[in-house]
Every structure is written in C-alpha cells, then in structure tokens.
C-alpha cells in the first residue's frame, strides 16, 4: 500500500485562481518533500518540510504539515499555465524516500 | 557532472534479453535511489543506496532485478531475462547524505517488445 497518497488525483483551474493539493501519510517521517514533473521525466524538488516545522513557504508555494493527522497540503497561489503538471508528495521515513501516486494540474489560460 | 546522468535515454530490447541501466549521481552525493515510473503513474521504489551498501532492497520486483553501486558513485540496475510488464521510465536520484532532496536524471525509458 501506498505511504503517500495525494488527492486530488487530478484538478482544472483558471489561471490567476490557487491550486491546493494534499497528501496523506502512514508512517512516522524525518520529512516530507513535495516534486514537480512536467511531461517527460524529470521530477524537480519543490519544498522540504521537517517533521517538527509546521508551515513554510517559497515564493507562491505553501506547504503545511500536520504529524497528528499525518498530512500535509500545497497551495499554489495565483497559478500561472506553466504551473500545469503532476506534483507529487515524498515522505522521507527514514531509511528511503517514498512517492506518492501525484495531483495531475491543469492551469487553463 | 553538474547534475544526474543516467544512460541510454531510450532502449529498445526483446523479451528475454538483459538490459543495464547506469546512474551517475552529482559528485559528493552519498544517497542514490532507482525508482520506476510506468505511464501516468507514480513512482515505485526499487533501491536505495548508502554509500555503496544497500539497506532496502525490498522495493526490487523480482530476483531478475539486481544494483549495485561501486566506488560511491555510479550505480548500475540490471534486468535478466526483460518481460514486457518491465517497460517503465527508470529513474534515479542522489542526495547529499540522504534525508534532504533529491535531485533526478532525465531517466531511461525502456521499451521490451
């Protein structure tokens, strides 16, 4: 079974509107980190989150942890069309990394 | 290298045949991770490497999966006798000591036919 598990599985906004997505865990974690991957292959690192840090935030990303309900959510705030592509939460559980299925955005112009 | 080099980009192979991924982490990092990632879908943990010891090989689908890792820094997948369910994009990552993120090559997409 899945550690990480994002929802929603896929989501449609206007640009200019905030994209919230969010991700729920199993295990107790070291971190949590949230990746992009655009179409092809590469996943670039957004934003890691420390299981003791609560909020933090970089540039229109905010990224939220709460270690009680073992979940975590990511707002996009004034999306752009280039934001569109999958996201993805990683739960670092402190021996390997583990991805969860990803949010499918679609930002439309 | 500036960042994570994995090679071939593409391969093609039969059903049956062995096929050798390769992974060449950023320079200094001690974490290297496989994953694979079919159409759509997430990523699967294959492996992950401290150094040049593995802890978890739990994520490996079959025994025709093996890596290793020499010196600290590249690593290598195999896949003995490919089946056509094996057809993903494998990806591999590297972090500075683990624990932080994760930087990722482009990828291999492996097509078995």
């Known amino acids: 079974s899945q550690q990480g598990e994002e929802d929603p599985q896929a989501l449609s906004i206007q640009e200019g509107e905030n994209a919230t997505m969010n991700c729920s865990y199993k295990t107790s974690i070291n971190n949590l980190q949230w990746y992009r991957q655009n179409s092809g292959r590469g996943l670039v690192h957004l934003i890691l989150?420390?299981?003791?840090?609560r909020e933090k935030h970089s540039g229109r990303l905010r990224v939220t942890l709460d270690t009680s309900k073992k979940s975590s959510s990511l707002l996009i705030t004034a999306s752009r069309a280039a934001d569109t592509a999958s996201y993805f939460c990683?739960?670092?559980?402190?021996?390997?990394?583990?991805f969860g299925p990803g949010t499918s955005l679609s930002v439309i112009p | 290298g500036a960042g994570v080099s994995q090679s071939p980009s593409n391969k093609v192979t039969e059903k049956g045949k062995d096929v050798e991924l390769r992974c060449d982490p950023i320079?200094?990092?001690?974490?290297l991770y496989w994953y694979r990632q079919s159409l759509g879908q997430g990523l699967e943990f294959l492996i992950y490497f401290q150094g040049n010891s593995a802890p978890d090989k739990s994520g490996l689908p079959s025994d025709r999966f093996s890596a290793e890792r020499t010196g600290g820094s590249v690593s290598t997948l195999t896949i003995q006798r490919t089946q056509q369910e094996d057809s993903a994009v494998y990806l591999c990552?590297?972090?500075?000591?683990?624990?932080?993120?994760?930087?990722f090559g482009s990828g291999t997409q492996l097509s078995v036919l």
């Open positions: 990683a739960t670092d559980t402190y021996d390997k990394v583990i």
């Open positions: 989150i420390r299981s003791n840090e």
């Open positions: 320079s200094g990092h001690t974490a």
């Open positions: 990552a590297s972090s500075f000591q683990g624990n932080e993120e994760l930087f």
